[in-house]
Structure formats: C-alpha cells, structure tokens
C-alpha cells in the first residue's frame, strides 16, 4: 500500500523554537510539496520540490524552509516558530509524467502544530 | 495561470438524494481539474480528474464529475447520498501547464443528514 508518512500528527511548541516536520513517501515520486490548511482558507502551498536538493516556493514561504536530501523524504522548518503558524500541515507527493504534473496527489494524514 | 473557486461553504443534503458541489475554473488553454475529499483529520484522498475527453469523468466512491466548458464548471455529483460523504470536498488545478504544484479551492463542506 502506497504511503506519504509524516512523523507527528500532534505538536505543541512555544514561540521562538525551532520546529521540524518531515514526510516521508515510498512511491518513489518525483514531486513532494508542503501545504498548509486553514479553515475558511483552503489549502496553500508553501514550499515543494520537484526532484532531490531543488525546492520552490509556494504562496507563503515566508518563515519557512524546506530540505530534500534524499528522493523519499521532504522536510520543512520552521526557524522561529510564531503563534500565526498555528495550522495543520499535509505533505504531499506526485509522479511525473511526460514532464506533467500527474496531479494525482498523495497526501500524509497531516500534522497539527499548535504554537502557544 | 490557472485558478479554481468553490463558490459554496457548506452543502446540505438528505441521505439518498443526488448531491452536487460547485466548482468553477479559470485558465487559458485546456483545463486540468481535479477533486479530492478530505474525512476528519485525515489527509486529502484524489477522487477523480479531468484531463481530456469525455465531459464527464467517473471516479471512487460512486462519484463523478461534469466537465462543462462554456460555463466553465467541473461540478462534483453523486446519484444517491450517503451519510458516510459527508466530508471536506475541495476542487484543484495545476497553477499552469508543465510539472507544477496544484492551486486548491478554499472547500466544500458537505453534509449528509439521515
């Protein structure tokens, strides 16, 4: 069964520190991306990367970074966490088609940072 | 570059009655679209996709979608409702054409009642 796992569901953290949040995915895909999910807001995009060490940002890097090192796995950071980070998060991945977007995503089950 | 639109927060349906969720799509070019359904703190599930062809695209769970061009819509509909639908719904497209990120509607709130 194909699988995008991200290591916390929960998270509590206070302002200031620096948070990690990895996924990992083992359908050998080529795309990973970071979004964000807030109510009323949608998803939003806030970093991805299309192959390994290159990454883009999204609609809102901004207090934000992202690592790929390694194909499967895609990490984002937040350097100086901030009470407007509270959110949930959902790593995705997409395999790559004739330099398409496939856009069948497969999405983690998220993780739910709470920064007091 | 391509941008979609969920024009309805929340849809309420009564279990066993036919259930559409609106989405709309602006792009130059032809469109690519997609549904995915999100249940309560999961991650989002792919549902089904337009790329070319027939207008309507049939996908899991019984759902299906109607590709209309000239108004530009991708509407979401399912025959007959169910309790276990009720969900986050939420409508997307490739921000432009090439290997790029999806832009996702803000969502759909769907409610079946018994």
Request: with cysteine; glycine share 8%; charged share 30%.
């Given at each position: 069964d194909v699988k995008v796992t991200q290591s916390s569901r929960y998270l509590v953290k206070r302002t200031g520190e620096k948070v990690f949040l990895e996924c990992v995915q083992d359908m050998d895909h080529e795309n990973m991306f970071w979004y964000r999910q807030d109510p009323g807001l949608g998803l939003r995009l806030i970093y991805f990367s299309y192959d390994v060490k290159m990454k883009?940002?999204?609609?809102?890097?901004?207090?934000?970074?992202?690592?790929?090192?390694?194909?499967?796995?895609?990490?984002?950071?937040?350097?100086?966490?901030?009470?407007?980070?509270?959110?949930?998060?959902?790593?995705?991945s997409s395999l790559v088609t004739g330099f398409i977007n496939t856009g069948e995503l497969f999405f983690g089950e998220g993780s739910r940072l709470t920064v007091l | 570059a391509q941008s979609v639109a969920q024009p309805e927060d929340q849809v309420n349906v009564a279990e066993g009655n036919p259930l559409t969720v609106k989405c709309t799509y602006s792009v130059s070019g032809n469109p690519y679209l997609f549904w995915y359904v999100q249940y309560p703190n999961r991650g989002l599930q792919f549902?089904?996709?337009?790329?070319?062809?027939?207008?309507?695209?049939?996908?899991?769970?019984?759902?299906?979608?109607?590709?209309?061009?000239s108004q530009t819509s991708f509407h979401l509909k399912k025959p007959s409702a169910l309790v276990s639908d009720s969900a986050l719904y939420f409508c997307a497209g490739p921000l432009r054409v090439g290997n790029t990120p999806l832009v996702f509607g803000k969502g759909t709130r769907l409610s079946v009642i018994a």
């Open positions: 883009e940002k999204g609609d809102i890097p901004e207090g934000y970074s992202v690592s790929r090192e390694k194909k499967e796995r895609f990490s984002l950071i937040l350097e100086s966490a901030s009470t407007n980070q509270t959110s949930m998060y959902l790593c995705a | 549902l089904l996709k337009y790329i070319t062809g027939d207008n309507l695209v049939k996908g899991s769970y019984g759902f299906e979608a109607e590709f209309n061009k």
